[in-house]
């Protein structure tokens, strides 16, 4: 029996939107929880995301010229939007306001391997590996650990704390108690110190340049998003796996944190990826370029380790060390801007009078300066230097700029650095206790990485704190001198030794501290001793292998004794090291870069250690070859067929598809208790002449299609089927929802179906012109 489309159910129309350029409609994403739509410009290839109504929410711009989007994915929850490029870079995105937050790799070495011997930011450049590789797919899942529900839940947890025989002395203890018990260790392992700190402060924008990974600092909600401790994380696990065209997966938990990685072959043409909230298992779906083989292959996640509270804190803290490290890293550059850009001014107006003194045969500025302080005569050049150039506003611009640099450099260090290293110090100690109470078994990394990284962590916290007496220091002596300075133009306007001058250096002398003016004119005016705290060292650039940065002689140099002893030789009036060794020694950019140096190494032996959790994916070779399958993929749900108890049960993955010469077919694949997997292949007729454009599953037995039709003008239709009731005699186990006539140019090649119960989107799209769609699917359709 043919299908009626004379009279088809009309769908309300909620929007329509004309975009300015053409859209890639294959690469629409749409958040269900917050209704926002992200698409990809064709041409310039960002990424822009609109509001439900068909307002811009926030926009994204192209990573590089070379490169394009190839995957959009959102987070469950909306807070994410994970953006996949062809150059194999993955970027996780706030979903708030577009900022960088993460950037990984899906190439087999991950991101550059070079060890950084300066503060400058990643500005994400590709790869220079041989072949092509490019992120295919993204999979988010959330595992939530509630009661009757999920596959996470309390009594299955069954690492507890920092031991494997947590109720070992408790032998009264019955299995009811034990849940209580493992809930009891989980919240005291959970405990965050930090929530009863206030909230670090957000990074001023300056005139320098900012990695797409800094950005994040420069918004409080974006700083807070990051370090603040979510309460329900603990109840709950997100993994997100991103895979690539090169073969290699990596895993994630809590968005950002990398928990290992693995292969799943070489030369893959395309991936795509399912999961589901109830089952512990993931799949992605591949082919292969050579063989052209279809391979499924099933990722077995140990939630129960996952969901445990020793990964957990591990995680958590894990995260905040990278972001807390670059926090610093930031703030540390923030301080180098306003040191340069600050003393430009008074450094040109110094070296103009410098230069006039020597082509008069005077004396040097300072020598002039100290001399004018002692005895009070004025020499010609200086007399004409005060009373012309300084008194011009000169004076009012170099005080401005010299207070700036040294107030901002001080808000610097205690309202932004040192906070973010005690809550660093947190962090660190926090991984380090559960690596010392496991030394020596296999259950966790060693200590010594987190060790070291204490000791340079404090090696900065003293040079910040020495730094911070200096500054107030030398700006208590600028002050002095500034004041002194005024007065002597005062006195040079009037005239020297007359009756004016005279009653000025009468009215003004006891204010003056000249004890602080000459400190300030000897040891100060040429060069601020902040200088050498915070310079870029001569040789620290560019990147290097990991063992020629540990035999660096500035990172050698830069431990924790060697900063002690350097703090010993300190000047008790200056602050500032005596010897040249001592000043190089202190030095914030290579206490940074070092520090960073061993996070990284920190940081990698947990990855190590987390990767042995990860179990080898189990490869099934699908039943049907060739033919460009992977192209034709419509759609992959994964569903399980029973509930699960987290370990890997049975689960049930549906691959809808258009197979060569038919209009739509459907794959079951069955994974057994026992491993095994059945496979189930069933066509479908749609009984209409013309072309599937795109089909969707939106529930286990439902389905949307997207039909053009023959011999019609050109008229797409949108058609909802229920597959469990198809009968190849007879169209009406599907009916037209839709007709699009064709008007305006609009021809729909593609559609994304999100939103809530109740509140069902099918946003219709078309890659051709600038018009996109927007229709209200109605509840129970």
């Not at 999961?275 to 050579?290: G, Y």
């Not at 230069?355 to 302080?373: F, H, P």
Request: proline letters at 4%; hydrophobic letters at 35%.
């Amino acid at each position: 029996m043919e299908m009626d489309v004379s009279s088809p159910t009309s769908l309300p129309l909620l929007y329509s939107n004309l975009t300015p350029d053409p859209i890639d409609s294959g690469l629409a994403a749409f958040c269900d929880i917050h209704d926002l739509l992200a698409l990809v410009n064709a041409r310039s290839q960002n990424v822009v995301v609109f509001r439900i109504n068909g307002q811009q929410a926030f926009s994204i711009n192209r990573k590089d010229s070379d490169c394009r989007v190839s995957v959009l994915k959102w987070k469950p929850d909306g807070s994410f939007l994970g953006i996949g490029w062809s150059d194999g870079s993955v970027g996780v995105y706030s979903g708030e306001d577009g900022k960088l937050m993460s950037m990984s790799s899906t190439r087999s070495r991950g991101r550059s391997d070079g060890w950084r011997l300066d503060l400058l930011p990643e500005m994400d450049e590709g790869d220079d590996e041989e072949g092509e590789c490019e992120a295919a797919c993204l999979g988010w899942t959330t595992y939530a650990a509630s009661e009757g529900e999920g596959v996470l839940r309390p009594d299955h947890f069954t690492h507890e704390l920092t031991t494997d025989d947590w109720y070992d002395g408790d032998g009264d203890a019955g299995d009811d108690e034990k849940p209580t018990l493992s809930r009891l260790a989980k919240a005291i392992a959970t405990l965050d110190a930090t929530a009863v700190l206030p909230r670090l402060s957000a990074l001023p924008i300056h005139a320098l340049r900012f990695g797409p990974s800094e950005q994040k600092f420069t918004t409080q909600a974006g700083l807070d998003t990051l370090l603040n401790s979510d309460r329900t994380a603990s109840e709950s696990v997100t993994t997100l796996i991103t895979a690539g065209t090169s073969g290699m997966n990596n895993l994630f938990l809590d968005d950002t944190v990398e928990l290992g990685s693995f292969s799943i072959g070489n030369s893959i043409s395309q991936t795509v990826h399912a999961s589901h909230s109830h089952c512990a298992t993931q799949v992605i779906l591949s082919r292969t370029k050579d063989v052209q083989s279809l391979n499924l292959h099933y990722i077995d996640l140990p939630l129960q380790d996952f969901g445990g509270p020793l990964l957990h804190v591990v995680t958590t803290n894990t995260k905040r060390i990278q972001s807390l490290l670059s926090y610093i890293t930031q703030t540390i550059r923030c301080m180098q801007s306003d040191l340069t850009s600050n003393l430009s001014l008074p450094s040109r107006i110094i070296g103009n009078i410098s230069e006039e003194l020597t082509s008069s045969g005077e004396d040097d500025l300072v020598t002039s300066l100290y001399q004018l302080a002692m005895t009070g005569n004025f020499t010609p050049t200086m007399l004409e230097w005060l009373t012309e150039t300084i008194r011009e506003n000169q004076q009012k611009r170099w005080d401005k700029s010299i207070n700036d640099m040294y107030s901002h450099i001080q808000t610097h260090i205690f309202v932004h650095l040192i906070p973010a290293l005690d809550r660093l110090a947190i962090a660190v100690n926090a991984v380090r206790g559960h690596a010392q109470v496991h030394q020596g078994t296999a259950n966790f990394v060693p200590p010594e990485p987190f060790t070291i990284l204490m000791d340079d962590l404090d090696s900065v916290r003293l040079v910040a704190q020495n730094l911070q007496l200096l500054v107030t220091t030398e700006h208590r002596r600028f002050r002095a001198f500034s004041r002194w300075l005024k007065v002597m133009v005062d006195i040079g306007v009037a005239g020297p030794n007359s009756k004016g001058a005279v009653e000025t250096e009468e009215r003004e002398t006891p204010n003056l501290d000249y004890n602080l003016v000459l400190t300030y004119i000897s040891e100060t005016l040429m060069q601020s001793g902040c200088t050498s705290y915070l310079e870029q060292k001569p040789g620290m650039k560019g990147s290097c292998l990991e063992a020629e940065f540990w035999s660096f002689p500035g990172i050698v140099n830069s431990q924790r004794d060697e900063i002690v002893r350097a703090m010993r030789g300190l000047d008790a009036v200056n602050g500032i090291g005596k010897q040249e060794q001592e000043r190089d020694l202190l030095n914030l950019p290579t206490l940074a870069i070092r520090l960073a140096g061993s996070a990284r190494r920190a940081v990698e032996s947990i990855r190590k250690w987390q990767s042995g959790m990860l179990p080898t994916p189990a490869k099934v070779s699908l039943p049907i070859v060739d033919h460009g399958l992977l192209d034709n993929i419509l759609d992959i749900r994964l569903q399980p067929s029973r509930s699960t108890d987290g370990s890997g049960g049975e689960s049930v993955t549906r691959i809808l598809f258009k197979p060569e010469g038919g209009q739509l077919a459907l794959l079951k694949v069955t994974r057994l208790q026992s491993k095994e997997c059945t496979f189930e292949e069933k066509q479908y007729n749609l009984h209409l002449a013309g072309d599937l454009l795109h089909a969707q599953m939106v529930k286990q037995d439902r389905c949307l299609v997207l039909w053009r039709e023959e011999a019609s003008g050109g008229r797409v239709l949108l058609l909802t089927g229920n597959l469990s009731r198809y009968d190849e005699r007879d169209s009406r186990w599907t009916r037209v929802i839709h007709v699009f006539e064709g008007k305006e140019g609009f021809e729909p090649d593609h559609f994304v179906v999100g939103g809530r119960p109740g509140k069902t989107v099918c946003v219709v799209l078309a890659s051709e012109v600038r018009l996109g769609g927007c229709l209200i699917w109605r509840r129970g359709l």
